[in-house]
Structures are given as structure tokens and as C-alpha cells.
């Protein structure tokens, strides 16, 4: 038995008491495969992961860092087989935790939530940030100041028609591969080292004292080599407004995770042996690197390259993670005031309430020092993964065996491999970061207990709704 209800279709009310209950509008179908990949491509840009999230694994791996995302990215395809299987049985705005929840129960469902709401709140602050970096050859900002104006940007951006924003994502997205791609033939250009580098992992202190880097190393920032590659969840948060979800949610899920493993572990491989020196290698100044491989004028445009890019990422995460906040409200997470204002839409179709919940939250939140909320991200998305998995275990029983969906190829072997690894890989990562973490799931433990439990016929009532094009 499922503890999901199908709305009814939204009628207008014809009476004040009508209107108080009235269900919150249906996002609309109007995304095809190409425009879904565009958007949860955006969500994996070389802004948000190679000039931002990767400059942090060469701090900690020098030349093993590509060894990092390759393993990550393998680790990545059981997962998106998951997402692809699960979304096309509950193609739901609310993404993972109306998968989960389906499937696994209400309670296993808030836990999903939540780790996405860590994700959603701190993840378009960590891109925005680095910003500034890029923006340097015409203007000096401080991190915390460019990251605020990108969060703003992207926000009002999140307000407009999404099929607009898909083009709008479009166009910077080919900017982005662009300089990728020309990160890509400059690196390569000036190698410096031998492919077997990329495998036997070293690194260098800024003094130039080498050290070797082991795959306990490796292991310890896989919840960073994960988030490189993440966002091809998207296309679950979108999968309420793609045409034909029980055909086009896989095929965007897996479209975007072979993109965009392609256009960043190849700059990646490409930066790792053209880099001048290990130190200035792990120093991860990607700038600093294209700009002694190229003349000014180059430089400049690859750095606004970037920059936009930057911007893309942050208008496509605002997007996404407002989605999940919509689908809260309608699914009663919250006092009713609060449900009623997430589940509110505008003139555009876009849920207003719940961009500016992510939106500028995500502002205030520049103003925090990164490394600590990155690492938090890390073990969220793990966290996340790992109960996917356990939801993608549950899939094939009851009601759901005979739904036509996607299916996902060597089931349970994959998702059962796949919880394994990612318990493993949580044991790894900073303690500090899983004690914010865990501190942050176990304070939603007792909102579950005390508000939402007690409330089960009218609070976290998951809402998959129909879909017509079956």
C-alpha cells in the first residue's frame, strides 16, 4: 500500500471556504528532452564544478583528482539509473523524497527531504561565491558581495517563464562549454607530465615538497567528487513539467550525466598535465593557469566565460531547489499559512514564494566562510544517494511491479553495491561536517515527531500527480 494521494484537478472555488482548500495548481507540461537536458545540464556547468568545486580537489589530491571524478562518475551511473527508474514511477516536482517517500514510507521520506533542503539552501551560495575570481580582469569584488548579486540575479531570473530560462540557460551553457573547451586544448597544449600521473596521485606544498596521495585520500573527498557531477538529479525536480515523463525523465537523467562527465573530467585531465608545477597544481589557481597559457585577451574572455557561466548555474539551481519547496507546500510540510504561500504561483507558471525562500536565504548565506558548508553538502548528497538506493531496492514490489516505467538494468545488484559503497564513503568524510549534518536531520526528527506524525491524515501527505500523457 502507498501512502500517496492524487490530487483532484484544481476547479475555481465558489465559496470562501472552497477557496481556503483549495488545491495549489498544477505545474505545467511544456519541457521536451532538449529542454530538460539544458536546464539539468546547467546544473553540472563547468562554472559550478570545474572553476569552482574542482579547484578544491586539486588542494587535496594534486593529480589524482581526475582518479576522484572518474570513480565518482562510476558511482554516479548506478545512481542515475536509480533517479531514472524511480522518477519515471513518481514524476513529482518533489524529486527524491516523493520517490522515497512513496516507496519507502512517509518517515523515510522527510529524512530524503531534508538532505535535499541542505542541498537546496547551501549549494547555489557555495557556486556563487566563486564568482569574484572570475570577474577580476574588469572588476574587483569581494567573494561574499558577487555571490550575493549572482543569488539576487538568479532569483529574479527564477521568476520568469521556464521555457525562456531553458533557452536563457541555453546560450550561457554553450559559452561555458566553450571555454571548457578551450581550457581543454590550452592544457593539453603545454603538457608537463605523462598520463600515468593521472593515476599515480601526487601533490605538492607550496614549498615544492611532494608527497603521494592514497586512496584513503581519494575516498575522504568523494562526497565533493559526487557533488561534481550532481546535477542531473534536476530532471527529477523537472519531471512534472516534461512531456511523456515515463519516456523522457530517463533519457534526460542520463543524457546530462554523460555531458557532463565529458566536458569536465577532460579539462580536468587536460589542467592536470599542462599545470606548470605540482605546487601550482594543487594550488588549484585555474585562473592564474589559463592566463600563463594564453595572452591577456584570452584569458579575459575565458574568465567571463566563466563568470556567466556562474550566473547559468546559480538561475538553474534557484529553479530546482524552489521546485522542492513548491511540492512541500502542496504536500503539507508545514503549517498551513506556510504550505499555502510555497504552493502559490505567479503570471509565469513559477512558484514565487518558494524561489524567494531559496533565493535570498542563498544571498545571506555568501556572507559564510565555504569550506565548512561544502563539506555539509558532500554528506548531504551522499546521505541522499544512499537512500535512493534503498528506495530503488523497494520499486518492484505491490502496486508499483507492474507500472510501465524506465527499469534500471542488473536489479538489486546495483542499488544493493551502491548502498554499500556510499555507507562506506560517509565513514570517510569530515567529522564535522557529518555532526552538522546528523544535528540538522535529527532536529527534523523531532519536528516529525511532535508536529507531523500526529497530524498523518492532513501533514506530509505526498502528491504525485497524474500523469496524462501515460
Not at 592536470?272 to 605546487?279: I, R, V, W
Not at 522542492?324 to 499559512?337: Q, T
Request: glycine share 8%.
Amino acid at each position: 500500500m502507498t501512502d500517496t494521494l492524487r490530487p483532484p484537478l484544481a476547479v475555481a472555488p465558489t465559496t470562501a471556504t472552497e477557496g481556503a482548500t483549495e488545491a495549489p495548481r498544477k505545474l505545467s507540461r511544456s519541457l521536451g528532452v532538449v529542454g530538460g537536458t539544458l536546464l539539468t545540464l546547467s546544473c553540472v556547468t563547468p562554472a559550478s564544478s570545474l572553476f569552482v568545486l574542482v579547484p578544491q580537489l586539486f588542494n587535496a589530491l594534486g593529480t589524482a583528482t581526475a582518479l576522484s571524478i572518474a570513480i565518482g562518475a562510476v558511482i554516479c551511473v548506478a545512481v542515475a539509473f536509480c533517479y531514472s527508474e524511480l522518477g519515471t514511477l513518481i514524476p513529482s516536482a518533489g524529486g527524491e523524497y516523493a520517490m522515497v517517500g512513496t516507496l519507502a514510507g512517509r518517515f523515510a521520506g522527510w529524512l530524503v527531504f531534508i538532505q535535499s533542503i541542505i542541498v537546496v539552501m547551501i549549494v547555489p551560495s557555495v557556486i556563487a561565491i566563486g564568482t569574484a575570481a572570475y570577474l577580476a580582469p574588469i572588476v574587483h569584488l569581494s567573494p561574499a558581495v558577487a555571490g550575493m548579486a549572482v543569488m539576487l540575479a538568479a532569483t529574479v531570473a527564477g521568476l520568469l517563464d521556464l521555457r525562456a530560462n531553458a533557452w536563457i540557460t541555453g546560450i550561457f551553457l554553450v559559452l561555458e562549454v566553450i571555454a571548457a573547451g578551450v581550457v581543454s586544448v590550452l592544457g593539453f597544449a603545454h603538457s608537463q607530465r605523462g598520463v600515468s600521473s593521472l593515476i599515480h596521485g601526487t601533490m605538492a606544498d607550496p614549498q615544492g615538497v611532494t608527497s603521494t596521495v592514497g586512496i584513503g585520500a581519494v575516498f575522504a573527498v568523494m562526497g565533493i567528487a559526487l557533488f561534481v557531477t550532481q546535477g542531473f538529479s534536476t530532471a527529477i525536480y523537472l519531471s512534472e513539467e516534461l512531456e511523456n515523463p515515463r519516456r523522457n525523465v530517463a533519457r534526460t537523467v542520463l543524457w546530462t550525466l554523460a555531458l557532463s562527465v565529458v566536458v569536465i573530467i577532460v579539462p580536468v585531465v587536460a589542467i592536470t598535465l599542462g599545470a606548470p608545477d605540482l605546487a601550482t597544481l594543487t594550488g588549484g589557481d585555474l585562473s592564474g593557469m589559463v592566463a600563463g597559457w594564453s595572452d591577456s585577451a584570452l584569458g579575459t574572455f575565458i574568465s567571463l566565460c566563466i563568470a556567466l557561466a556562474i550566473i547559468n548555474a546559480g538561475i538553474v539551481m534557484v529553479i530546482q531547489n524552489s521546485r522542492v519547496l513548491f511540492a512541500s507546500g502542496r504536500d503539507k510540510a508545514w503549517p498551513e499559512p506556510v504550505n499555502k504561500a510555497f504552493g502559490t504561483l505567479n503570471r509565469f507558471n513559477a512558484p514565487w514564494v518558494a524561489t524567494l525562500a531559496v533565493g535570498l536565504p542563498g544571498a545571506a548565506l555568501c556572507f559564510v566562510p565555504g569550506q565548512l558548508l561544502t563539506n555539509i553538502t558532500g554528506v548531504a548528497v551522499a546521505a541522499l544517494y544512499l537512500l535512493v538506493a534503498v528506495a530503488a531496492l523497494l520499486s518492484r514490489r505491490g502496486a508499483h511491479k507492474d507500472v510501465p516505467a524506465w527499469r534500471q538494468p542488473l536489479w538489486p545488484v546495483l542499488p544493493a553495491l551502491l548502498i554499500v559503497m556510499l555507507a562506506y564513503v560517509l565513514t570517510q568524510m569530515d567529522v564535522k561536517a557529518l555532526l552538522w549534518t546528523g544535528g540538522i536531520t535529527a532536529a527534523a526528527t523531532l519536528y516529525w515527531v511532535f508536529y507531523l506524525r500526529p497530524r498523518q491524515a492532513t501533514r506530509w501527505v505526498i502528491t504525485v500527480p497524474e500523469d496524462d500523457q501515460a
